[in-house]
């Protein structure tokens, strides 16, 4: 029972624990608001600033940064000057009321300088470190004489290096302060902006000297609590740079403070070496880093004294809430909270782009749908279009006949239709009326050979008009098969870019360690893609890697571990001498060898065939012949126009039967000549050896598979004859050895005293004693010359292509390396 009651708190208990820590994480978001709204708008972070760098000293005399600090939030946020002023003064009034009133008159001087050379000044923050480096040498000279009745040389000198430290920390604001000023920051700090905090904040620091608080210096927890906040946030580099600059300021400001470098330095080097352990860890180096610091000639009590403020600077770290460290993590490159916000932001920017490349094809796709909508009532515009022919008839012949109201009022379907049946034998007949019709409209009509001559000539009109607007409406269907492609080739590169890189650390890591154990070099290993034929692995190599081992020993040792043909896909030496990047992608199943035999009609130099092998993306070969109508010159650009077509649409990712219908359209809109040209386009896809055969007006192909011979044919116009068709396509699934021929009717109708072609074809293929694609082409280009006589009678040309399993030249290794189910 006990148990039972024990299995059923836990859970509440758990509940309710998470609940609490979500309340506390809300609370503490909400804290952080409302302070980002009383520190950073309300101005009192710059007052805080302002107070404690208006009693800052350096070397115990100079007094550099009221005026710098000052004057960068006059140009940065001018609607938080007044508060600056007032804090800077508030700071002094702590030191003495000569420094107040030297710190206030100096603000009070530029202030008067800038409004009066604000105006004329294009560009004042190159002039700005200038005129504080001036002021602050000439107010340091000033208060020098006032206080002594002379100026020395020595006063010169102070005046010159306060000025330089001015002119400095004038620069150094200018980059530090927007980074304190703006509500939400989105960029990441570069490394410039990230020193140029840190001395801002140390120079703050500076302004608690000589506070303490129970015989503790509040500057020492401070300054530790700093670096405590930078190690663990960015680790060792940043903690000890931290630790380094505060403590250089702080030594400038206080030479008794030296020491406290090498602490501050060590602290953050230590500490962001122990950020694993999280916060303790990094306490846990303050501590040591104390005790080592501590333990050379300070005392017993410096020590304890010392040990007693890190103690306190870790318990204000432990204070720390995680939202604030995080916050900062986020703006510090090389953290996981940057690295987390930069994913996130990228995240963001694919999703924005991918949603605007969907808009973009649904546009393209509504385009679409607008250009393949019908004409709505085509059947009354027809007849509209009739009525209009007619009346055009009937206002230069009727309109005048006494029998008007006779045959129009009394009998108007027998006219209209007698005109109609003239209008359409004339159509049908090229010109010529048949007798019959002729002999019934005379019986009906007074001046029938004037209505029949109106007729014949409006008929050339109409016509003209008919054949324009069916030009116009292919374009209509042409343009709406383009936006279509258009639009499903953008909506795949949406997908594509939605597609997120998988994390895979744990299997890089794998790779690596397989790579090293065999004593290879490999610095880093990216993977992008695990996908059975898809893997995508990008490594770096040495520069020594030059002599094959990428290709020799690498790859196959990818293969074994991926269980699949892993290849070298491309290497780029990133500069002259250094390491080499390289691609592996998985190797294609199978592989296409092609040999090619082209001859032109009579031996000429010009043939009217054309040909091209594509190789398309997503592992597709295609392969692709075109046959122009006649020989020569017009022939060849007709067939080579269709292939550069066809070749453009394909690799923009198209789908086959559109470009193959776009094709059609454009060649047969493009001119009124009747020059027409074949297609016969092979698509293979290498991955698992189906293909696709669309064969516009071509002579048939044939597979050959040992003994056996398949013919491949399909029933299509040639392209350019007319503007709408539709391709069939045929589909066969090839195996590893299959040949494929492909040719042009020179060379499938080229033999002579031969009655059936396919069938002798078929004969000489199966005859062939080779498997060698070029060999055949030759062959089969040879026996088809010799049957006719030694005679070219037309344009031939033979492809064949050889389907082979893809092995690589350097295969998997057999090793005992962990195969993919460990990946």
């Known amino acids: 029972m006990e148990k039972a009651e024990r299995n059923l708190v836990e859970p509440v208990q758990n509940i309710n624990m ?94 008067l300088f800038f409004k009066i050379t604000k105006q004329g000044k294009r560009n004042p923050y190159r002039s700005l470190p200038l005129a504080i480096f001036t002021f602050t040498l000439i107010g340091k000279i000033t208060a020098a004489f ?84 930078f190690a663990f946030v960015a680790g060792a580099t940043v903690g000890s740079t931290v630790g380094v600059v505060t403590g250089l300021i702080f030594s400038l400001a206080n030479i008794s403070s030296f020491f406290h470098m090498s602490l501050l330095a060590f602290s953050g080097l230590l500490g962001g070496l122990l950020k694993e352990g999280k916060k303790p860890g990094v306490a846990i180096g303050l501590f040591i880093s104390t005790l080592l610091i501590g333990m050379y000639g300070q005392g017993e009590g410096t020590l304890v004294k010392s040990l007693y403020e890190s103690f306190a600077a870790i318990v204000l770290f432990f204070l720390t809430p995680k939202v604030l460290t995080s916050r900062i993590a986020k703006y510090i490159p090389g953290t996981t909270e940057y690295a987390h916000e930069q994913q996130l932001y990228m995240r963001k920017v694919r999703d924005v782009t991918a949603k605007r490349v969907n808009q973009f094809s649904a546009v393209f796709e509504a385009l679409s749908h607008s250009f393949q909508q019908n004409e709505i009532g085509d059947e009354e515009d027809e007849n509209k279009e009739l009525d209009y022919f007619l009346s055009n008839v009937t206002e230069k012949t009727c309109q005048t006949c006494f029998k008007k109201d006779y045959c129009w009022a009394k009998n108007f379907n027998t006219t209209y239709d007698g005109m109609s049946k003239i209008m359409q034998d004339l159509e049908n007949n090229d010109g010529q009326l048949s007798q019959k019709v002729k002999r019934d409209w005379s019986k009906h009509c007074t001046r029938s050979n004037q209505v029949i001559e109106a007729i014949r000539h409006e008929l050339s009109f109409y016509q003209a008009n008919q054949k324009l607007k069916r030009q116009v409406k292919e374009s209509r269907k ?58 995508d692995i990008e490594m770096t190599v040495p520069s020594n890697y030059a002599n094959g081992e990428c290709e020799k020993l690498i790859a196959p040792l990818l293969s074994d571990i991926c269980g699949e043909n892993i290849v070298v896909q491309q290497k780029e030496q990133l500069f002259l001498g250094g390491d080499i990047h390289v691609i592996f992608r998985s190797s294609k199943r199978f592989t296409v060898s092609v040999g090619v035999a082209h001859a032109a009609k009579d031996g000429g130099l010009v043939s009217g065939d054309s040909y091209s092998t ?28 269709t292939l550069q077509l066809l070749r453009k649409i394909l690799l923009s990712g198209i789908e086959e039967k559109v470009a193959i219908k776009s094709v059609n359209s454009i060649l047969s809109l493009r001119t009124t000549d009747e020059i027409f040209s074949t297609l016969d386009l092979a698509i293979i ?32 116009l040639p392209i350019g004859i007319i503007q709408e068709f539709e391709v069939d ?85 057999p090793l005992n390396i962990t195969k993919r189910k460990a990946l």
């Open 146 to 229: 006032i206080n002594n009745g002379f100026i020395s040389l020595y006063d010169i000198m102070m005046g010159s290096v306060e000025g330089c430290l001015a002119f400095i920390l004038t620069l150094i604001f200018l980059q530090s302060i927007p980074l304190l000023a703006v509500k939400k920051r989105k960029q990441a700090l570069k490394t410039e902006e990230i020193v140029c905090l840190i001395i801002l904040l140390a120079s703050v620091m500076t302004g608690t000297i000589g506070w303490t608080l129970y015989g503790v210096s509040i500057e020492h927890v401070m300054s530790r609590y700093l670096v405590l906040i």
């Open 18 to 111: 998470n609940q609490t820590r979500a309340r506390f994480s809300k609370g503490m978001e909400f804290l952080l608001k409302k302070s980002e709204v009383l520190f950073i708008q309300k101005g009192l972070l710059i007052f805080i600033i302002g107070f404690l760098l208006g009693r800052a000293f350096i070397l115990s005399q100079l007094t550099p940064f009221s005026l710098p600090f000052f004057a960068a939030v006059l140009m940065l946020k001018k609607q938080h000057a007044p508060i600056a002023l007032i804090g800077v003064v508030s700071g002094a009034i702590t030191i003495s009321f000569g420094h107040t009133a030297h710190s206030f008159l100096l603000s009070l001087a530029f202030l």
């Open 685 to 716: 896809d290498l991955q698992d050896a189906s293909s696709r055969f669309l064969k516009i007006g071509s002579t048939p192909s044939f597979i050959k598979r040992g003994n056996q011979v398949k013919k491949i044919q399909a029933s299509n």
């Open 729 to 813: 396509v045929v589909s066969e699934q090839l195996k590893a050895g299959d040949l494929l021929v492909m040719m042009s009717d020179g060379v499938f109708e080229g033999p002579r005293h031969v009655e059936n072609y396919e069938l002798w074809m078929k004969r000489k293929l199966k005859e062939l004693q080779t498997d060698e694609p070029q060999e055949i082409a030759d062959l089969i280009m040879e026996e088809v010359i010799r049957s006719g006589t030694g005679e070219i009678k037309d344009d031939m040309t033979i492809i064949v292509a050889k389907l082979q399993h893809n092995t690589p030249k350097w295969a998997a290794i």
């Open 614 to 641: 594509i190789e398309l993306g997503m592992g597709k070969y295609a392969i692709a012949i075109s046959d122009g109508m006649g020989n020569g010159e017009r022939a060849h650009h007709e067939s080579n126009e």
């Open 478 to 535: 042409l343009v709406a098969n383009q936006l279509q492609g258009v639009s499903e080739v953008m909506g795949n590169f949406a997908r594509e870019i939605q597609r997120e890189r998988e994390n895979h650390e744990a299997q890089e890591e794998q790779i690596l360690d397989a790579l090293q154990s065999f004593g290879l070099d490999v610095s880093q290993v990216e993977i992008f893609s695990l996908t059975q034929g898809n893997v």
